[in-house]
């Protein structure tokens, strides 16, 4: 049993990979089409990021360099295991900067920092299908995309504005890719939804458990759903960060106390230290005690 | 003050030391071994190995132990492995019929060639608890100890009167699936159905089974026999030009025998449901049996009305491994998407306030 444990370079064996590669080329050809692939088991659970892993295995090489986010920060636990797990398996370059990475595993987030062409952004995705919620039968959602009928989504979004007098739908926004296939952009705020348009990288979507993968080639253009009465929108925060200063980018909630205290700060963690880096401060950096300093490092 | 969320990676390296010292417990204890847990705790092992889908005792124990006995968590370790072996080939199907039955019972028939054997069950025990394993008393040798006697199938007999439908074959030409290596899409044919139940969660299908019984899909099943024992696995290699023996595994194999009224199409006759799983677990091969009778509604033209006859309900969630990651991954951090719902509520709530503060005005002005 000693000889139990070697594996492939990132993990995946190379016919894995050549299948995983042929499900990415085909996801490329046809934006925002799911492709079923054959998931494997990965050693982390299935709804952790499987399906980001694998892609990432499949396309990574020695020469990459790595940056996993999860909630847009490089230091959540699950983003912690998966960098830690390809540094093991692949002993590949790893990095927070987004500026420096060639690949970028994410879960729930697109960083703010514009990617570049070259770039390659993997998502992690629970339900690839959009048209989930509204009916749960695979069967039946795979037909619906292939007459393009999505009257039911709009329907939805009509209902939603007709009840609550705008769409309630705040993450996992429904996007139209290259004006054919409606896509799961994977549960990022609709914050984000703008950065898929017409991005320079190419923006690939793992799901494990569901056993798909789909794709946005570069310079696609990626338009969330809305009505001509009702245009999408973006969140809107009323403060900056309160560390760097930032506007116009996602925040993040923090609790400061019992007594209803609290801070927003950038969700991005990479762009929030490099702005600090750059002299940008914020309201609650001015003052900063030396045991939250201590504790940060 | 603003304390950054630092050291992940330190907690989660902490996190595992501590792990590792509850599962070794009191040191003063002997560890287990793995031999010990393959001898002891044969059934959480072939559990295991039935789920995980690969045949191995050791491997099997050894996530066991690892697992501190959480049969999911074992299961997950043992298929993470299975999945990086390579694959020489696909078997030739084991012959049920030549299997050396440790245990052999029949519901349909008094008595049978070959009769009906009871073998190591816990059937007709009482369930007492027994003090005398907590001294480790001696245990008697059994009265027979090698299981050896073929005996034949029960649907075989059945076969003969024509009464039954046939083994299940699939169609002319069909190339046999293989649901770990290709996507799953519905419909999907039986074989693939097979494959999912047999490393589906044993409690899922439990409580499916048991809700076709309570009339959620009713099959009108009779045991028809459940065999456990050794057979041999023999793979054909084409260098050869024959089929060299692997060796012998232990399964539990259920032939359900369900009645069925005939309809446009084919005569009244008895259908079968079956059930087939590493190791002895009839609790799973019965339930298997029962589920994947179940399932077969287009043959038998019946209509879907029960979760159990549902293939996409029933396939696309039998998997534990899958089930408890989606369900546990929910303790990962959401706050991003949590932050946006957030910010919803809010305004819905300032709406909603502003509505009834509205209202209330305008009731005041209604009464004066």
């Given at each position: ?297 | ?36 847990v393959v001898e002891q705790l044969g059934l959480a092992v072939d559990r295991v190995m039935a789920e995980a889908s690969l045949y191995d005792p050791a491997l099997a124990a050894l996530a066991v132990r690892q697992a501190r006995g959480d049969m999911i968590e074992a299961i997950f370790i043992l298929r993470a492995y299975r999945t990086t072996l390579p694959r020489f080939g696909y078997s030739e199907p084991v012959d049920t019929a030549t299997m050396k ?183 799973k091969a019965m339930s298997m049996s029962l589920v994947d009778r179940a399932l077969r509604t287009d043959e038998f033209s019946e209509d879907i009305v029960a979760p159990a006859q549902d293939q996409e309900f029933v396939i696309s969630h039998a998997d534990n491994v899958q089930a408890t990651g989606f369900v546990e991954h929910l303790k990962l951090p959401h706050y991003v998407d949590f932050q946006a719902e957030l910010d919803l509520v809010r305004r ?21």
């Open positions: 049993m000693n000889d139990l444990a070697t594996y492939n370079f990132a993990y995946l064996d190379e016919q894995t990979k050549r299948m995983i590669r042929r499900a990415i080329l085909k996801a490329v050809a046809i934006p925002g089409y799911q492709v079923p692939f054959a998931s494997r088991e990965m050693p982390m659970p299935y709804g952790w990021g499987t399906g980001g892993v694998q892609v990432t295995a499949s396309i990574l090489g020695p020469n990459d360099v790595l940056k996993v986010i999860d909630q847009g920060a490089d230091d959540t636990t699950n983003a912690v295991s998966i960098r830690a797990f390809f540094q093991k398996v692949a002993d590949v370059a790893v990095t927070t900067k987004t500026k420096d990475a060639t690949i970028i595993q994410t879960r729930h987030r697109i960083p703010e920092e514009t990617l570049k062409e070259g770039q390659t952004l993997v998502y992690q995705v629970p339900i690839p299908e959009p048209l989930r919620f509204l009916e749960p039968r695979e069967t039946e959602t795979r037909k619906m995309h292939a007459l393009e009928e999505y009257g039911l989504m709009h329907v939805k979004l009509y209902e939603d504005i007709a009840r609550n007098g705008h769409i309630a739908t705040t993450y996992a926004y429904p996007v139209k890719v290259e004006g054919r296939y409606v896509m799961d952009p994977s549960p990022t705020p609709k914050f984000d939804n703008p950065k898929m348009h017409m991005s320079e990288a190419l923006q690939l979507f793992g799901a494990g458990r569901e056993k798909r993968i789909y794709a946005v080639p570069p310079y696609t253009e990626v338009v969330s759903l809305d009505f001509e009465d009702h245009p999408f929108e973006i969140q809107q925060f009323d403060k900056p960060c309160a560390l760097c200063g930032a506007e116009n980018v996602y925040l993040d909630e923090v609790v400061l106390d019992d007594k209803g205290g609290r801070m927003f700060v950038c969700s991005d963690t990479d762009h929030c230290e490099d702005r600090r880096a750059h002299g940008h401060a914020g309201q609650m950096l001015a003052r900063p005690t030396q045991e939250s300093q201590e504790a940060a490092e | 003050m603003y304390v950054a969320v630092k050291g992940g990676e330190a907690a989660i390296a902490n996190a595992h030391r501590l792990l590792a010292d509850r599962r070794r417990g009191d040191r003063s204890l002997p560890s287990i071994t793995i031999e010990q039955v440790e245990r052999r019972v029949s519901a349909t028939y008094k008595d049978l060639p070959g009769g009906q054997l009871l073998g190591p069950t816990f059937d007709y025990t009482h369930r007492l608890l027994d003090p005398s394993l907590i001294a480790d008393e001696a245990v008697a040798e059994p009265a027979a100890k090698e299981p050896g006697e073929h005996v034949m199938r029960v649907s075989d007999i059945l076969d003969g009167e024509g009464l039954i439908e046939g083994d299940g074959r699939m169609p002319e030409g069909h190339v046999m699936g293989d649901l770990t290596r290709e996507p799953m899409e519905f419909p999907m044919a039986r074989d693939l159905r097979l494959q999912a139940l047999a490393r589906g969660d044993e409690g899922f299908l439990l409580a499916l089974a048991y809700s076709t019984q309570r009339g959620y899909g009713r099959t009108h099943p009779f045991v028809g026999e459940v065999r456990i024992g050794e057979v041999e696995v023999e793979l054909d290699l084409p260098e050869l030009g024959f089929a060299v023996s692997l060796g012998l595994i232990r399964v539990t194999e259920c032939q359900m025998v369900n009645q069925f009224k005939g309809s446009a199409k084919q005569p009244p006759q008895f259908t079968r449901g079956y059930g087939l799983v590493f190791g002895q677990s009839e609790r819905m709530r300032r709406e909603y306030e502003a509505a009834r503060a509205g209202g209330e005005d305008g009731m005041k002005e209604a009464a004066e």
